[in-house]
Each structure stands twice: as structure tokens, then as C-alpha cells.
């Protein structure tokens, strides 16, 4: 009898035995029956004889990956777990299905194109539901990665110097990279942060008054940020090169107000700058063209000037002085004197700059009109001309100056405009190896600057290379203070 009855309940039919086996599509009527789902591959159960739902291991989630998924959405998603089931296997991410749903087996599933969902952490929010018995487990959404700078400039720099640490970067766990464009030569960035650091590389042009920045090069890039959800960002950025000083190496002076005997030339050889009657040679800030104070010449009554002393070979009458240049700003108090310039008066009033005291002299006369003398080689002084009025100099205003000479002449720029060139001839073997701001000739005081020079440059060089200015077109006037760095 005991075999008859198990005999009884291993039976092939569908109906009216507890245990069965059959095919999907075979469904039992006898509530509470069992039966190996043929099709599945799997036991079942019947509650109330139609509906069958799956026995055994409970469906479980184990990993995802990617492990933050995306706030926008539209990602692929692969859940690692167990009891996964094709056909009778659902999912949703805080109760919004994804747009499709693939069980590759029993222990994964591929979900794509995700639902968008508010940057939070929803607790049991992913769900696997497999023939009516859930897993869950939660999951976190992340926005686009946030740059903690706004987009721009992040500096200009002058060339060959630090960047310091330029802050370019975003949010935790971010990746950066420069995708368009490209950091100035010298620079790089840091992936993990999106900071810039580095020494910015020299500025290769050779614009002849790099102040004003029309020299200055710019690099525009832009920074792609993502995060590790594949999520991007991107922010347009720039970093100014500016340019510096293209004759940097032959600078053999330079004072940019302040010490008058502070010499910033770059030269490897320039010689020092001293004072001569020191005690109404001063700094001043009440005039003054940039920056704090300027450097005062008190001419009147008394000789006042700055000698800058120079190598052999650079002295007036040698080759190597071919091309110098004497430029900055000017500011006369007061003319005093009244000579005049002609062929039976070689000098002016107040000098620019001199060689010497007698050598080589640009100076004013009594109407303000700009001159030139030097001694020639036959050791005599030699009227050489004066500049068209145009050039004049008043009283009680700044201006730009800049004079330029060649083997042949020297030429006259005053704000910016040509004036014109006066001719020039073999100087006096002679000539000190010096020259002489502020003061000319005999140092007597109706001869030496009354007022005041700010930005003061002086290049010395024998090649037409290193000319600040060329051809006889009007310059740029500077409306910042010098850039004394070498490219």
C-alpha cells in the first residue's frame, strides 16, 4: 500500500495529484500541488491551482556597477546577484522602470537607460522582483561634476615665473583633462584635482614696448571634468602670457620710480648707478606717472644727475652702442636758462641723457625745443640739429619720450608720435664709459633736469635686432609700468 500511495504522487498529469511535472504552458488545478516547471527548469508552487510561482533560492542583489548611477539617467547598469530568472524577472529604481531589462543568467542582469532621478541616496530603492519574490538594495545618484571656478581668466602671468597653484577643478572623485585648446607651454594639470601648476614659458614676441600688453599672448582652453559615474562637465578658461622685455639682455638701466640708484636692468654687466649731488636727487610720490613715486631731479641752481656706468665696449663712440635707446617718462617742473639751439650754441638747457659732460648730450633749449650735440672725432663740439617743435617740452604735464640712434642718426618719438631724426657722426675716441641721466656738459646747474623721470630704460647694443623702435612710424605709448623680465 505505502508504494501504491508514492506511486500515486509521481505522476506525469497535471491534475489531481500533489506532485507533478510539466510544461509552462501546463497549468495544474489542484490547490497546494508542486510540480517541476519543465520549461523554467525549476519547482513550483499553487496555491489555488492556477497561478504558479517559483520555489527555491530567493532572488538576492549583490553589486552594481556602475556603484553611483547618474541623476540625468540614461545610463547601463549591471546587477550582480543570485535567483535571477528570464522572463519573470522585473526591476525599478524608485518604482520607475529602466527602459529595458536583460537577464544574462541566473547571477546578472544588464538594465539600460536608467530613470532620471534627484542627486540623493534612496535607501532599498533598487528592486528585482523575480515571479513575486523581491531583493533590494540601495542606491545613490550623483549630479554633473560642479567646477568650484567660474569660467575666464585664472591670471596673467609674467613669463618664466610661477603660476602658483591656478584652481581649476570640480567636485570629489572627478577626472580632469584639457579636451580643447592648451594650457601655455610649462603648465599642466592635475587629473585628480583640476589645479594648474607650473612655470610659465617665455613669451616668444618681440613686440618692441611690451608694456600695454600688446605683446602679451593668451591661451584659451577648455577643461572636461567627469566624475565616476561617466558623468562630464566642461569650463572654458584662459591664461595671459605676458610679455616681457624683448632687449632684456642689453637693458643696462632701468628705475621704475622709487631709489634712484636702483638699477633692474638685467644686463650681466652693468655697471652701477651713482648719484651725483645726492642731496636734491630724491623719490617722490606726490609726482609720479606709475606705481608709488617717481624719481626727482632738482636741477635748479644746483647740478643734479645719475650716472650709469657701462662696459668699455659699450661707451658712445663704439660700435657696440650702435643701437642705444634712452626711453620713459618725463616730467619738467621748470626750464630754467635760456639758451638756444643753433650752430654757435651746441648744448641745451636741461639734458635727457649725456655721455660724459661733453661728449654726447640730449637736451632741451630756453623754448623747450629738443636737441642733439656730440663731440666728433676731431675732438670738437658739433652742433648736430634740433628736432621739428613738435617735439617741444612743457612744463607741469608728464610725456613719453624715446630716442633710438643708429650708426647714422637717432630719431625722436614724443607720446608716441615720430618727431624725426637728426644725423649723427663719429664720436671722440674719448667718450667715459658711462652715460648721464638727468645731466650734460659742465654740470652746472641751469643744465641738469628740473622736475622729474619715472620708467626710466636704457639699452645699449650694437645690433639693429635689438632697436626698441623701427622705421619712423608712430609707437605705442606704455600705460602700465615696465615689464623688466627677459624672453
Same mark, same amino acid.
Not at 542583489?61 to 548611477?69: C, D, E, G, N
Not at 531589462?101 to 542627486?119: D, H
Not at 550623483?142 to 581649476?168: C, I, N, R, W, Y
Not at 617665455?202 to 572636461?224: C, H, K, L, R, Y
Given at each position: 500500500?505505502?508504494?501504491?500511495?508514492? &506511486?500515486?504522487?509521481?505522476?506525469?498529469? =497535471?491534475?489531481?495529484?500533489?506532485?507533478?511535472?510539466?510544461?509552462?504552458?501546463?497549468?495544474?488545478?489542484?490547490?497546494?500541488?508542486?510540480? $517541476?516547471?519543465?520549461?523554467?527548469?525549476?519547482?513550483?508552487?499553487? +496555491?489555488?491551482?492556477?497561478?504558479?510561482?517559483? $520555489?527555491? &533560492?530567493?532572488?538576492?542583489? =549583490?553589486?552594481?556597477?556602475?556603484?553611483?548611477?547618474?541623476?540625468?539617467?540614461?545610463?547601463?547598469?549591471?546587477?550582480?546577484?543570485?535567483?535571477?530568472?528570464?522572463?519573470?524577472?522585473?526591476?525599478?529604481?524608485?518604482?520607475?522602470?529602466?527602459?529595458?531589462?536583460?537577464?544574462?543568467?541566473?547571477?546578472?542582469? #544588464?538594465?539600460?537607460?536608467?530613470?532620471?532621478?534627484?542627486?540623493? #541616496?534612496? &535607501?532599498?530603492?533598487?528592486?528585482?522582483?523575480?515571479?513575486?519574490?523581491?531583493? +533590494?538594495?540601495?542606491?545613490?545618484?550623483?549630479?554633473?561634476?560642479?567646477?568650484? +571656478?567660474?569660467?575666464?581668466?585664472?591670471?596673467?602671468?609674467?613669463?618664466?615665473?610661477?603660476?602658483? =597653484? $591656478?584652481?581649476?577643478?570640480?567636485?570629489?572623485?572627478?577626472?580632469?583633462?584639457?579636451?580643447?585648446?592648451? $594650457?601655455?607651454?610649462?603648465?599642466?594639470?592635475?587629473?585628480?584635482?583640476?589645479?594648474?601648476?607650473?612655470?610659465?614659458?617665455?613669451?616668444?614676441? +618681440?613686440?618692441?614696448?611690451?608694456?600695454?600688453?600688446?605683446?602679451?599672448?593668451?591661451?584659451?582652453?577648455?577643461?572636461?571634468?567627469?566624475?565616476?559615474?561617466?558623468?562630464?562637465?566642461?569650463?572654458?578658461?584662459?591664461?595671459?602670457?605676458?610679455?616681457?622685455?624683448?632687449?632684456?639682455?642689453?637693458?643696462?638701466?632701468?628705475?621704475?620710480?622709487?631709489?634712484?640708484?636702483?638699477?633692474?636692468?638685467?644686463?650681466?654687466?652693468?655697471?652701477?648707478?651713482?648719484?651725483?649731488?645726492?642731496?636734491?636727487?630724491?623719490?617722490?610720490?606726490?609726482?609720479?606717472?606709475?606705481?608709488?613715486?617717481?624719481?626727482?631731479?632738482?636741477?635748479?641752481?644746483?647740478?643734479?644727475?645719475?650716472?650709469?656706468?657701462?662696459?668699455?665696449?659699450?661707451?658712445?663712440?663704439?660700435?657696440?652702442?650702435?643701437?642705444?635707446?634712452?626711453?620713459?617718462?618725463?616730467?619738467?617742473?621748470?626750464?630754467?636758462?635760456?639758451?638756444?639751439?643753433?650752430?654757435?650754441?651746441?648744448?641745451? *638747457?636741461?639734458?635727457?641723457?649725456?655721455?660724459?659732460?661733453?661728449?654726447?648730450?640730449?637736451?632741451?633749449?630756453?623754448?623747450?625745443?629738443?636737441?642733439?650735440?656730440?663731440?666728433?672725432?676731431?675732438?670738437?663740439?658739433?652742433?648736430?640739429?634740433?628736432?621739428?617743435?613738435?617735439?617741444?617740452?612743457?612744463?607741469?604735464?608728464?610725456?613719453?619720450?624715446?630716442?633710438?640712434?643708429?650708426?647714422?642718426?637717432?630719431?625722436?618719438?614724443?607720446?608716441?608720435?615720430?618727431?624725426?631724426?637728426?644725423?649723427?657722426?663719429? *664720436?671722440?675716441?674719448?667718450?667715459?664709459?658711462?652715460?648721464?641721466?638727468?645731466?650734460?656738459? *659742465?654740470?652746472?646747474?641751469?643744465? *641738469?633736469?628740473?622736475?622729474?623721470?619715472?620708467?626710466?630704460?636704457?639699452?645699449?647694443?650694437?645690433?639693429?635686432?635689438?632697436?626698441?623702435?623701427?622705421?619712423?612710424?608712430?609707437?605705442?605709448?606704455?600705460?602700465?609700468?615696465?615689464?623688466?623680465?627677459?624672453?
Amino acid at each position: 500500500m505505502a508504494i501504491d500511495k508514492i &506511486t500515486q504522487l509521481v505522476s506525469t498529469s =497535471t491534475e489531481g495529484t500533489k506532485l507533478a511535472s510539466g510544461t509552462t504552458a501546463q497549468r495544474g488545478s489542484t490547490a497546494g500541488q508542486v510540480r $517541476l516547471n519543465t520549461t523554467l527548469g525549476r519547482f513550483e508552487g499553487t +496555491t489555488d491551482g492556477s497561478a504558479f510561482i517559483a $520555489l527555491g &533560492t530567493v532572488p538576492s542583489i =549583490t553589486s552594481f556597477s556602475p556603484s553611483t548611477l547618474s541623476s540625468a539617467g540614461g545610463e547601463t547598469v549591471v546587477i550582480t546577484g543570485t535567483g535571477f530568472a528570464v522572463g519573470l524577472t522585473t526591476v525599478t529604481l524608485n518604482g520607475t522602470a529602466p527602459s529595458s531589462i536583460t537577464v544574462n543568467s541566473t547571477t546578472q542582469i #544588464t538594465i539600460a537607460g536608467t530613470p532620471a532621478k534627484s542627486a540623493a #541616496t534612496y &535607501t532599498d530603492g533598487m528592486v528585482v522582483t523575480v515571479d513575486g519574490v523581491q531583493a +533590494t538594495a540601495s542606491f545613490s545618484t550623483s549630479g554633473l561634476p560642479a567646477f568650484t +571656478t567660474a569660467a575666464g581668466s585664472l591670471g596673467s602671468f609674467q613669463e618664466q615665473t610661477s603660476v602658483g =597653484t $591656478l584652481v581649476g577643478g570640480s567636485d570629489v572623485g572627478t577626472s580632469h583633462v584639457v579636451t580643447t585648446g592648451s $594650457l601655455p607651454s610649462g603648465l599642466s594639470i592635475a587629473s585628480a584635482s583640476g589645479n594648474i601648476t607650473g612655470t610659465i614659458g617665455a613669451n616668444t614676441n +618681440t613686440a618692441s614696448i611690451p608694456e600695454n600688453g600688446t605683446g602679451d599672448v593668451t591661451s584659451t582652453f577648455t577643461i572636461t571634468a567627469t566624475d565616476a559615474e561617466s558623468q562630464t562637465s566642461t569650463r572654458q578658461f584662459t591664461i595671459g602670457n605676458k610679455q616681457g622685455d624683448p632687449v632684456f639682455g642689453n637693458t643696462y638701466f632701468a628705475n621704475t620710480g622709487g631709489t634712484p640708484t636702483t638699477n633692474l636692468g638685467g644686463a650681466s654687466d652693468k655697471g652701477s648707478a651713482t648719484i651725483g649731488n645726492a642731496g636734491i636727487i630724491s623719490s617722490h610720490s606726490s609726482i609720479k606717472k606709475f606705481g608709488s613715486d617717481a624719481v626727482l631731479f632738482n636741477g635748479t641752481g644746483a647740478a643734479a644727475h645719475l650716472d650709469v656706468a657701462v662696459p668699455a665696449d659699450r661707451a658712445f663712440n663704439e660700435s657696440n652702442a650702435n643701437y642705444l635707446c634712452f626711453e620713459g617718462w618725463g616730467y619738467l617742473s621748470n626750464n630754467t636758462g635760456n639758451l638756444t639751439w643753433g650752430s654757435s650754441t651746441s648744448y641745451g *638747457n636741461q639734458g635727457f641723457l649725456a655721455a660724459g659732460d661733453t661728449y654726447m648730450s640730449i637736451s632741451i633749449d630756453g623754448s623747450g625745443r629738443v636737441g642733439f650735440y656730440q663731440y666728433n672725432s676731431s675732438s670738437s663740439a658739433d652742433y648736430r640739429g634740433q628736432w621739428a617743435t613738435t617735439g617741444n617740452i612743457s612744463t607741469g604735464a608728464w610725456f613719453h619720450f624715446l630716442f633710438q640712434t643708429s650708426p647714422t642718426d637717432i630719431k625722436y618719438w614724443k607720446d608716441g608720435t615720430y618727431i624725426g631724426s637728426v644725423g649723427r657722426v663719429a *664720436n671722440n675716441s674719448g667718450t667715459p664709459h658711462q652715460y648721464r641721466i638727468g645731466g650734460s656738459l *659742465n654740470n652746472t646747474g641751469s643744465r *641738469n633736469w628740473d622736475g622729474a623721470f619715472d620708467e626710466l630704460r636704457l639699452t645699449v647694443s650694437g645690433s639693429s635686432a635689438d632697436a626698441r623702435a623701427t622705421g619712423t612710424g608712430n609707437i605705442t605709448v606704455p600705460t602700465e609700468g615696465l615689464r623688466l623680465y627677459t624672453t
